[in-house]
């Protein structure tokens, strides 16, 4: 398979494509960010490196970070985890309130505001430094110690956390919140506001496609039964209220941040990463989404 290639047909149509999506502007840090900025990045098991664009300048990964933190929750808690958060798609937006109240502060899944709220809370608990940690396993994972987070980003997302404190107030008061709310917003916020890179969020993202072992030397940095969990989630829940559009136009399992970055794998095959900040309605990359769709219709490989 020449990825390169293909890559460079996407490149070429993206350059003529218009879009309509719009930068996020309710963390008013982000809408700062050049809408033109474009990066895809695929890393082959087989073959290793392809990209096109602003593959190397680091954005705000946002709610990718959600898939780093699961990882580390199941790896910490395994199946117990999933008595306080559900694993079905919610069918609403990212930061709904609605679904909390009626389904008595049980979030759907994981990769909703709620349900990542709910697993920050379980690393606070679990972990003595879960910061530290959490950058700790980003650089395991990348074989990258350079990577951080953006202050700017993460101050001015604590000043307009409303809804988040909303959803932690709702879901306390289910008793499904033990640590204060301010400590467990603080720690959510910090970790959204990682930055990284096409390139790197791809290395990161190879455990999935590769069984849980990290790629440069073959260490299981998860089994492989957590790793087809994780994916199935990411297939069913990785795009909000959009996760049943994402399979049908682009039939892999990946994870979306408002950064403007997706990042999703081929099992077997390769991770991908794209990065193209204006989003659609739903809060997904537009142009990002129309790269992967041009992607597996290219390959004509998809998990389906
Ligand atoms: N930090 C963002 C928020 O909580 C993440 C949302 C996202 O990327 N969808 O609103």
């Given amino acids: 398979m020449d990825y390169q290639q293909i890559l460079n047909t996407i490149a070429s149509e993206l350059h003529s494509k218009s879009y309509t999506g719009k930068v996020a502007s309710y963390i008013p840090e982000l809408e700062k960010i050049d809408p033109k900025k474009f990066g895809m990045h ?16 680091r954005f705000s990964i946002q709610s990718i970070s959600k898939v780093f933190a699961l990882t580390r929750a199941m790896a910490l808690l395994g199946d117990d985890l999933f008595i306080r958060v559900d694993v079905e798609p919610s069918g609403d937006p990212f930061n709904s309130l609605v679904q909390l109240e009626y389904e008595q502060g049980i979030p759907r899944n994981p990769f909703i505001n709620a ?41 001015s997302e604590k000043k307009h956390s409303y809804r988040n404190a909303a959803l932690l107030n709702l879901m306390k008061s289910f008793a499904n919140i033990e640590n204060d709310i301010e400590t467990v917003l ?25 069984g849980g072992k990290r790629i440069s030397d ?5 089994s492989p039964e957590k790793v087809k969990r994780i994916n199935a989630i990411m297939q069913t829940c990785g795009f909000y ?11 892999l399992p990946g ?40 992607l597996t219709t290219l390959t004509g490989l998809s998990i389906f």
């Fill in 42 to 57: 695929l890393y082959c098991i087989n073959s290793g490196h392809y990209s096109f664009g602003n593959n190397e300048e």
């Fill in 115 to 155: 349900g990542a709220l709910v697993i920050s809370d379980i690393l606070i608990s679990q972990l003595d430094h879960p910061k530290k940690d959490f950058l700790d396993f980003i650089h395991k994972i990348t074989g990258n110690d350079s990577i951080n987070i953006n202050t700017e980003v993460y101050i």
């Fill in 218 to 222: 073959d260490y299981q940095i998860l």
């Fill in 255 to 294: 994870k979306s941040g408002v950064g403007g970055g997706i990042a999703a794998v081929h099992p077997g095959q390769y991770a991908v990463t794209v990065w193209s900040p204006p989003l659609n309605p739903k809060g997904n990359s537009e142009l990002g989404m129309y790269a992967l769709e041009q």
């Fill in 186 to 210: 603080d720690f959510y916020v910090y970790q959204c506001a990682i930055e990284m890179s096409c390139k790197e969020l791809c290395t990161a993202f190879m455990m999935y496609a590769n």
């Fill in 241 to 251: 209220d959009e996760a049943g559009e994402f399979s049908f136009r682009v039939g």
